[in-house]
C-alpha cells in the first residue's frame, strides 16, 4: 500500500469552475502537509502547506487538512488554462522533514 | 538568478559510465535533498544531508552516492550508470528547523542508453 495516494486523472474542469484535489495518507503520525503544481517537464513548485486540521487559503487555493480521517485536500477556485499541470502531495513525517509524495493528480482546465 | 540551480540540465550517458549532477543553492538553507521522479512514480527520496558533515540514506540510495561540498552545494554520483537510472532528478533546499517547506532546483533528465 503507497503511503501517500493520489487519483492520477486527468481531472477535467471547465474554465472558471471549481477544481477539487485530494490526497489520503497512511501514516497517522503525518505532521506537516504540502502541495505542489508541477508543469510537465519542469520542477515542483511549492503552492500551499498546512499543518493544522481545517482550512488555510491562499488567493484562489485553499488546501483543507482532517488529521482524523487523514486526508488533505486542495481546491483551486475559479481554474484557469494555466492551472492545467499536476498537482503533487507530499507528507512530511517525522522531525527530519523527510517527504512522501503521492504520485500526482493530472488537472485540464478547457477553455 | 535561479535560488537552487542543477548542472547539468540534460545528459545521456552509456551504460558503465560514472556521472556526477550538481546542486547549488543561494537560498542559505542548510539542509539539502535528491530526489528523482519517474512517470508516475511521484518523487523518490534517494539522500539527504542536514549540513556537510551529515548524509542520510533515502528510500532508494543503491547505486548513488552523494557529497556535500559546501552548504552551498550537494553533488549526486551515479558510479556505473544503469538504464534504469534514467529518470528526472531534482535537488531541494529546506530552510531548517523554521519551516518544513522544500523548495526545488530546476532538474536534471538524465537518459542511460
Known amino acids: 500500500q503507497k503511503e501517500v495516494e493520489q487519483n492520477s486523472g486527468p481531472l477535467s474542469v471547465p474554465e472558471g469552475a471549481i477544481a477539487s484535489l485530494n490526497c489520503t495518507y497512511s501514516?497517522?503520525?503525518?505532521?506537516?502537509f504540502f502541495w505542489y503544481r508541477q508543469y510537465s517537464g519542469k520542477s515542483p513548485e511549492l503552492i500551499m502547506s498546512?499543518?493544522?486540521?481545517g482550512d488555510k487559503e491562499d488567493g484562489r487555493f485553499t488546501a483543507q487538512l482532517n488529521k482524523a480521517s487523514q486526508y488533505v485536500s486542495l481546491l483551486i477556485r475559479d481554474s484557469q488554462p494555466s492551472d492545467s499541470a499536476t498537482y503533487l502531495c507530499?507528507?512530511?513525517?517525522?522531525?527530519?522533514?523527510?517527504?512522501?509524495f503521492g504520485a500526482g493528480t493530472q488537472v485540464v482546465v478547457t477553455p | 538568478d535561479a535560488d537552487v540551480t542543477q548542472t547539468p540540465r540534460n545528459r545521456i550517458t552509456k551504460t558503465g559510465k560514472r556521472i556526477m549532477l550538481e546542486c547549488s543553492q543561494t537560498?542559505?538553507?542548510?539542509?539539502m535533498y535528491w530526489y528523482r521522479q519517474d512517470p508516475g512514480l511521484g518523487l523518490q527520496l534517494i539522500y539527504y544531508?542536514?549540513?556537510?558533515?551529515?548524509?542520510n540514506k533515502g528510500e532508494i540510495s543503491d547505486g548513488y552516492s552523494v557529497s556535500r561540498q559546501a552548504q552551498a552545494k550537494f553533488s549526486l554520483s551515479l558510479e556505473s550508470a544503469i538504464p534504469n537510472q534514467t529518470a528526472l532528478y531534482f535537488c531541494?533546499?529546506?530552510?531548517?528547523?523554521?519551516?518544513?517547506?522544500?523548495?526545488f532546483g530546476p532538474g536534471t533528465r538524465l537518459t542511460v542508453t
Open positions: 507530499a507528507v512530511s513525517t517525522d522531525s527530519w522533514g523527510k517527504f512522501q
Open positions: 537560498k542559505g538553507h542548510d539542509r
Open positions: 544531508s542536514f549540513d556537510v558533515k551529515d548524509i
Open positions: 501514516d497517522r503520525v503525518s505532521q506537516s
Open positions: 531541494a533546499t529546506r530552510k531548517g528547523t523554521d519551516s518544513y517547506e522544500q523548495y
Open positions: 498546512i499543518y493544522s486540521n
